[in-house]
């Protein structure tokens, strides 16, 4: 009896060591992903960007770590988690911190593209994480990590701001310093044994969602779908709004710290959604009404003034950003031996999909200009919001 409980107590020990690890280090990467988002007033200038070039700067690094995620989730899935929550960080921080210094536009766009590949490494595996070691609590877990994430691309913009305004675009390397002493924290403390034992054994994934259900399939759209949509407006939002309020006369730090507020925030919202979605299992009305308050506040912030449009900017990052814990869980559910590919669904291909759009939709926004494409990108969020009405009936007997 005592050494039953000694291994208890180790094992959860162990789980909470590795859902610490992921968050902590989920925070240092997104960092890097956000960089550009905090020089794009200053890029814009120094090449004199258009609106659509401006959106090859998030389309680049959305279909970059979006993308690829699925194949990388799926190798995970194989091989265990450890080396590639391990290589994440390193090619990311390497890439990401040049960005400042490069003196050419199209060479920034491939390092964001090769940066951007590291992310896609790094989250499929961090997402398993908190299916394979979070047990009871998967949705609580799942949305601490996501929080981690949120509030490291929240950071990140700030972060390069103060660097630039502090000590000099030129020394924006230095910044991967941090990327390369979490990397070496987590090949020390990682346990690759347990994260490979607790990858799935039934990897023939393609095969089984070949064979699976039409109701089951549905499923996985509509989750796709809300966070496609989800990320459509969110990728327009932080590559516009920077510009949108630099002609409003608002100064770079400030525009950072509302960046860092919208990111934040957004992530509490998230963990909100996860403890929720733990306790009543209602993943479609939280999506659903998250999608509901989102779009009067989007609709309008290009119709009020200056304060209220930048607090109407933060809420909705609150709501939107909530969605993606929740559709994280309910995916992993559904595709319960094989969560790290069932992740890269929700953060790869939804995501990718979205950053494949921006490069379009960045060509209307010099044509119609940026308050018109947001109020044209509500319609994603309505219809998602829609096709949750048919989730209920669907998803009995498919989700627990």
């Known amino acids: 009896m005592k050494k039953y409980f000694a291994g208890r107590i180790q094992k959860t020990g162990s789980d909470r060591l590795h859902i610490g690890l992921t968050t902590g280090s989920h925070f240092v990467i997104d960092i890097y992903q956000s960089f550009y988002i905090g020089l794009i007033p200053l890029l814009t200038l120094k090449f004199g960007l258009s609106?659509?070039?401006?959106?090859?700067?998030?389309?680049?690094?959305?279909?970059?770590?979006?993308?690829?995620?699925?194949?990388?989730?799926?190798?995970?899935?194989?091989?265990?988690?450890?080396?590639?929550?391990?290589?994440?960080?390193?090619?990311?921080?390497?890439?990401?911190?040049?960005?400042?210094?490069?003196?050419?536009?199209?060479?920034?766009?491939?390092?964001?593209?090769?940066?951007?590949?590291?992310?896609?490494?790094?989250?499929?595996?961090?997402?398993?994480?908190?299916?394979?070691?979070?047990?009871?609590?998967?949705?609580?877990?799942?949305?601490?990590?996501?929080?981690?994430?949120?509030?490291?691309?929240?950071?990140?913009?700030?972060?390069?701001?103060?660097?630039?305004?502090?000590?000099?675009?030129?020394?924006?390397?230095?910044?991967?310093?941090?990327?390369?002493?979490?990397?070496?924290?987590?090949?020390?403390?990682?346990?690759?044994?347990?994260?490979?034992?607790?990858?799935?054994?039934?990897?023939?994934?393609?095969?089984?969602?070949?064979?699976?259900?039409?109701?089951?399939?549905?499923?996985?759209?509509?989750?796709?779908?809300?966070?496609?949509?989800?990320?459509?407006?969110?990728?327009?939002?932080?590559?516009?709004?920077?510009?949108?309020?630099?002609?409003?006369?608002?100064?770079?730090?400030?525009?950072?710290?509302?960046?860092?507020?919208?990111?934040?925030?957004?992530?509490?919202?998230?963990?909100?959604?996860?403890?929720?979605?733990?306790?009543?299992?209602?993943?479609?009305i939280i999506i659903q009404t998250a999608l509901f308050v989102s779009i009067p506040l989007l609709y309008f912030i290009f119709e009020v003034n200056l304060i209220s449009s930048v607090v109407l900017f933060i809420l909705s990052g609150i709501f939107l950003i909530s969605l993606q814990p929740v559709c994280l869980r309910i995916v992993q559910d559904i595709l319960p031996g094989n969560v790290s590919f069932a992740s890269s669904l929700i953060l790869g291909l939804s995501s990718g999909l979205a950053g494949v759009t921006m490069i379009f939709l960045g060509k209307a926004a010099d044509i119609i200009g940026i308050e018109k494409l947001v109020r044209y990108e509500i319609l994603f969020l309505f219809a998602a919001f829609l096709l949750l009405f048919f989730y209920p009936a669907v998803s009995k007997k498919h989700v627990k």
């Open 51 to 284: 609106l659509f070039k401006v959106s090859l700067f998030g389309a680049t690094s959305v279909i970059s770590n979006s993308l690829f995620a699925p194949l990388f989730g799926y190798l995970a899935d194989r091989h265990g988690l450890k080396y590639f929550i391990v290589a994440g960080p390193i090619i990311t921080s390497v890439f990401l911190s040049f960005i400042g210094v490069i003196p050419n536009y199209w060479i920034i766009i491939l390092f964001i593209f090769l940066g951007n590949l590291g992310v896609a490494l790094y989250h499929p595996a961090s997402a398993a994480m908190a299916a394979h070691f979070g047990g009871a609590k998967k949705g609580f877990y799942s949305s601490l990590i996501s929080f981690g994430g949120n509030f490291g691309a929240a950071f990140g913009s700030l972060l390069i701001i103060l660097i630039l305004k502090k000590i000099g675009i030129n020394f924006t390397p230095l910044a991967m310093i941090p990327g390369i002493i979490i990397a070496i924290v987590l090949l020390r403390f990682v346990s690759q044994k347990q994260s490979k034992a607790n990858a799935s054994k039934d990897l023939k994934i393609f095969s089984k969602l070949k064979s699976m259900s039409l109701k089951k399939l549905f499923l996985i759209f509509t989750l796709v779908f809300s966070v496609y949509s989800l990320y459509v407006l969110w990728i327009t939002l932080v590559n516009y709004m920077p510009l949108y309020l630099t002609g409003l006369n608002v100064s770079l730090i400030n525009i950072g710290i509302i960046l860092f507020l919208f990111g934040t925030l957004g992530g509490s919202g998230g963990v909100l959604a996860g403890f929720l979605y733990d306790r009543f299992k209602k993943g479609n």
